[in-house]
């Protein structure tokens, strides 16, 4: 673990809180697919497709990267945020403010507005406290830059969150559609893409064996995946055709995927078989994502469109998060156990604390659940069995994480300093 300061990781459940809880949402995302299986074939603007999307980008995705943000930045990027502490409370407005939103959605659009000022009130907590060491001048300039680049990227996603929920509280008279479009290129391009980039840029040659990141093609990437979703996104604004969107985030995660899958294949040390494999699915989605929003573009049926977003948000993004999910929760736990145990105890690998056989059941399933929700976008009906098999893949991820936590825990029990 050559490169990381171990000495300045937080406290093990500052980071855990968020990435135990991760998982549960995708429970609960496949239960509300199972109980209204016909959503898929229902058009973006059902309140079931846009609690779905809220589930996954706050509930999986959102929950995953911000714990990942608490320990990486420390660890990696020599940053201690100075409202740490605060972290607590960020996971539980996160985790309560979302369930409000969905229930808004469904039952009463006057709780749209004070759900979000809640969920964004959630994400300020974790995300501004960083941001000027981010944007100082120092050590790892790129990999800080592209961070705060993300952060603010996130930052005018929640503007832009908190001015569509006023709109549909009746507070403000702005087209809806152009509003919700610049707020989720800016979600998805800027903020997730942005964000897995610029730690990947890290965890990628040291996780997965691969050669390190160029730096000046990680810097022309970060231009392209930070700049289209924003030149966009104040375009669609003022009025701007929203077939551009197809091109701003396809052009970013296609060169994302197309690097990764370089990378992958030209590794001279290639190790953690099973995380390669889940970034190497999720790549290989994410790349036919941005194919599939091409054609969209281009005039191709509206299922197409649908596509985009499954492979993206549904697939691609979570298979890439979940694959690191699962190996930082163990590579925190194994930061934990050493400050537990005295000097001289052999302390498991971090491969024994989940093992590779566990992930692959866990890669197993989810790829399984990918499949019948691609072919539940073409037969609705089977949009039921798509939703319990979600479930089941993500109860699967908790069930691995669980797994490490016990692991450890018998461990310090039986090797651990007398209390």
Request: contains cysteine.
């Amino acid at each position: 673990m050559t490169g990381l300061a171990l000495t300045r990781a937080p406290p093990a459940p500052r980071p855990l809180r968020f990435l135990l809880t991760a998982p549960l949402w995708g429970v609960v995302a496949g239960v509300l697919l199972a109980a209204s299986p016909d959503t898929l074939a229902g058009g973006r603007w059902s309140p079931t497709a846009v609690a779905l999307v809220h589930l996954f980008t706050l509930g999986v995705l959102g929950n995953a990267m911000l714990g990942s943000l608490l320990q990486f930045l420390p660890v990696a990027a020599g940053i201690a945020p100075s409202a740490a502490r605060l972290a607590p409370v960020a996971h539980v407005a996160l985790n309560l403010g979302l369930p409000v939103f969905v229930a808004a959605l469904f039952f009463n659009h006057a709780l749209l507005l004070p759900a979000s000022l809640l969920l964004a009130a959630s994400l300020l907590l974790v995300i501004v406290p960083p941001l000027p060491a981010l944007l100082r001048a120092g050590a790892q300039r790129l990999l800080r830059a592209g961070i705060g680049g993300a952060l603010l990227a996130l930052l005018a996603t929640i503007a832009l969150g908190l001015l569509a929920a006023l709109v549909l509280g009746g507070h403000a008279a702005l087209p809806l559609d152009q509003v919700v479009d610049a707020h989720a290129t800016l979600g998805a391009g800027g903020w997730m893409l942005g964000l897995l980039a610029a730690v990947g840029s890290v965890t990628v040659p040291m996780f997965q064996g691969t050669s390190p990141v160029p730096p000046r093609a990680f810097a022309a990437w970060l231009v392209l995946a930070l700049g289209l979703p924003i030149a966009w996104g104040l375009a669609r604004l003022a009025g701007a055709p929203v077939l551009y969107a197809a091109l701003s985030l396809a052009l970013p995660a296609m060169a994302f995927a197309a690097a990764l899958l370089w990378l992958q294949w030209r590794a001279p040390h290639r190790r953690n078989r099973t995380l390669v494999r889940f970034w190497c699915v999720g790549s290989i989605a994410l790349a036919l994502a941005g194919i599939a929003a091409c054609a969209s573009a281009a005039g191709a049926p509206a299922i197409t469109t649908a596509l985009a977003g499954m492979l993206a948000l549904g697939i691609g993004v979570p298979l890439l998060v979940t694959g690191m999910l699962l190996e930082i929760t163990a590579f925190i736990t194994w930061i934990a156990l050493r400050g537990q145990c005295p000097r001289g105890v052999r302390i498991p690998a971090v491969g024994r604390l989940v093992t590779d056989g566990e992930k692959h059941g866990v890669l197993c399933v989810h790829l399984a659940a990918a499949g019948l929700l691609l072919v539940a976008l073409a037969w609705p009906p089977l949009g039921r069995i798509a939703g319990i098999a979600l479930a089941v893949a993500y109860a699967g991820s908790a069930l691995c994480q669980w797994r490490c936590l016990q692991r450890a825990r018998a461990f310090a029990r039986q090797h651990g300093e007398p209390q």
